[in-house]
């Protein structure tokens, strides 16, 4: 008993966060690269995009890789996926221990004049200990990070020296 397998094109299987996956479509090429060979690209061009997101919100995506003579890939070897994302705007980010209550409350307070002012926000991606800001918040306005289960609306604060 034997296999045939045609190795001229490869599928690699990746999976996207939802964020990568809205830029991406059916025939977009992506540049691949491996361990195996890294002074090597090779070209990759979409061919699946799951409809549906798994537990940690990312989303199968399957393409196929066209393999170099000389440099050729095996079934089962690793590559890495590289996308071209399109430039996006600045994005403003605050501590995610800004928030009142948690990200999820799209509650921080900021300081006008010596005054907390308990403001709306609406948040977006988290990356680690930062949350983006995507509306109620202009830059410049100072963000209150701690204290906050001592703070109402109008409270009078003074900002404290970093210890």
Do not use: C, H
């Not at 991606?125 to 918040?137: H, S």
């Amino acid at each position: 008993m034997f296999d045939i397998v045609d190795v001229s094109r490869l599928k690699l299987r990746v999976t996207v966060p939802e964020i990568q996956v809205v830029n991406l479509k059916l025939g977009d090429k992506v540049n691949v690269t491996t361990n195996v060979f890294p002074e090597v690209q090779y070209i990759g061009k979409i061919t699946f995009i799951a409809a549906k997101g798994d537990e940690t919100l990312s989303y199968p995506v399957e393409m196929e890789v066209t393999n170099i003579n000389g440099k050729q890939l095996k079934a089962g070897m690793y590559g890495t996926a590289n996308f071209e994302m399109p430039k996006q705007d600045p994005t403003m980010l605050v501590s995610r221990t800004a928030f009142v209550g948690g990200v999820n409350s799209n509650q921080i307070y900021v300081m006008e004049g010596n005054v907390a002012k308990l403001r709306k926000v609406t948040a977006g991606r988290i990356f680690g200990d930062k949350v983006e800001i995507r509306e109620g918040l202009q830059e410049g306005e100072t963000v209150i990070v701690s204290g906050q289960i001592n703070l109402t609306d109008g409270a009078k604060v003074a900002v404290q020296a970093a210890q």
